[in-house]
Structures are given as C-alpha cells and as structure tokens.
T-cell receptor, first 112, second 117 residues
Framework: QQQVKQSPQSLIVQKGGISIINCAYENTAFDYFPWYQQFPGKGPALLIA?????SEKKEGRFTISFNKSAKQFSLHIMDSQPGDSATYFC???????????FGKGTKLTVNP | GAVVSQHPSRVICKSGTSVKIECRSLDFQATTMFWYRQFPKQSLMLMAT?????????EQGVEKDKFLINHASLTLSTLTVTSAHPEDSSFYIC?????????????FGNGTRLTVT
C-alpha cells in the first residue's frame, strides 16, 4: 500500500517557468510534510516542509501548498533554473516521528 | 549546517562477502539514525532505525541478520551487509536528526553505492 502518491514521474520545464509537483496521502495522522531534493549520486537534501495548520509556506522560489481536506500537497518552483534539475521527493510523517514515508519521486529537468 | 558523512561512497564486493558502511554525524550528536535503501530511479525505503546503545528496529520485510546495524556512539552508526548477493546491490543512505525536538529536520548522508558481483 503506497501511503504517499507523487506525480508526475518526470517533468520538463523551460527556464523561467513554474514547476509543479503534486502529492497525495492517505493516512490522516500524518502531520509533517517535507520535500527533498536529490542530485544523482547524492543523498536527499531538505528543501522545505509544512505542517497541516497552514495552507501555504514559501521559502524563496519554493512554495508548498497544502490542502488538508483533499489530503494533497504540492511543491511549486517559481522561475525554474537549470540548476533545479534534480529528483524531488515528497514525504510524510506522523506524530513527530522521524520515520518518513516517501513518494516515488519526480525527475525535474529544466531546459536552458 | 548539520553534516552527515557516509563512508565509503562506493564499494564493489564479491558475492558472499560482507560489507560495512559507516554513517557519522560530524557536528552534532545523534541518538537515532535511520538507514534507507534506494533502488535506481526509485524512492527511499526505510530499512531500520538505529538507536544508540540499544538494538536497532527493523522495518517489516528487512532481514535483521543480513543487515546488521550497530550504533555504538552518539556520532556513529554502521550497517553491515552480511553474505552479500547481487540482489543486495543498491544505494544505501543514512540520516540523522540534529535534535529530538518535534519534527526537527532529517539530514541525509551522501549515500553508499554497493555493487555485489
């Protein structure tokens, strides 16, 4: 049973465009939703995270939108740059647990 | 920022041998570390939770006798893949929290690419 469903599997965006990656979860006990960025051959790096008590969180060009009733959250990358080309993972955890459940990842390619 | 170091970054071993992977928290103490496995173009799957001074907690389906975890100090956890076989070839990644506050960020190492021939 996949607890966090992520889409699309891959995404190609032109430089300067907006990249949008979506995730949906099933477990209503999840209360922590981070996004990670992973470059080839490297470990994931935390980008931004949100708790269910807010509907949106912005850090620089990265924004998380959260819809608690729909059990969905998304990552928006504004003014996408070639250096943003990486694989992005959404994740979820419950009860303050560090045991993250990851989505399957989205490979983002930003063309110059 | 917090740094988690993994060693080695790549290892090739022969089938039947054992391989040890180290995960160190360089500038903080980690009472808990996590070991993940990642197949090519796949997501990260939690294998086990490593607790300093006690036995690791393994996720369902992970063989604890095959994947030995030792967390002997607050800055070091090791994963030993025993009697490795080609199907154990994968990318192994560890992670740790800088503190135990609610939902404090997890920091990941750069992973170890294991190839079993």
């Amino acid at each position: 049973q996949q607890q966090v469903k992520q889409s699309p599997q891959s995404l190609i965006v032109q430089k300067g465009g907006i990249s949008i990656i979506n995730c949906a979860y099933e477990n209503t006990a999840f209360d922590y939703f981070p996004w990670y960025q992973q470059f080839p051959g490297k470990g994931p790096a935390l980008l931004i995270a949100i708790r269910p008590d807010v509907s949106e969180k912005k850090e620089g060009r990265f924004t998380i939108s959260f819809n608690k009733s729909a059990k969905q959250f998304s990552l928006h990358i504004m003014d996408s740059q070639p250096g943003d080309s990486a694989t992005y993972f959404c994740a979820a955890a419950q009860g303050g647990s560090e045991k993250l459940v990851f989505g399957k990842g989205t490979k983002l390619t930003v063309n110059p | 920022g917090a740094v988690v170091s993994q060693h080695p970054s790549r290892v090739i071993c022969k089938s039947g041998t054992s391989v040890k992977i180290e995960c160190r928290s360089l500038d903080f103490q980690a009472t808990t570390m996590f070991w993940y496995r990642q197949f090519p173009k796949q997501s990260l799957m939690l294998m086990a939770t490593s607790n300093e001074g006690s036995k690791a907690t393994y996720e369902q389906g992970v063989e604890k006798d095959k994947f030995l975890i030792n967390h002997a100090s607050l800055t070091l956890s090791t994963l030993t893949v025993t009697s490795a076989h080609p199907e154990d070839s994968s990318f192994y990644i560890c992670s740790a929290q800088t503190d135990t506050t609610y939902n404090s960020p997890l920091h990941f190492g750069n992973g170890t690419r294991l190839t079993v021939t």
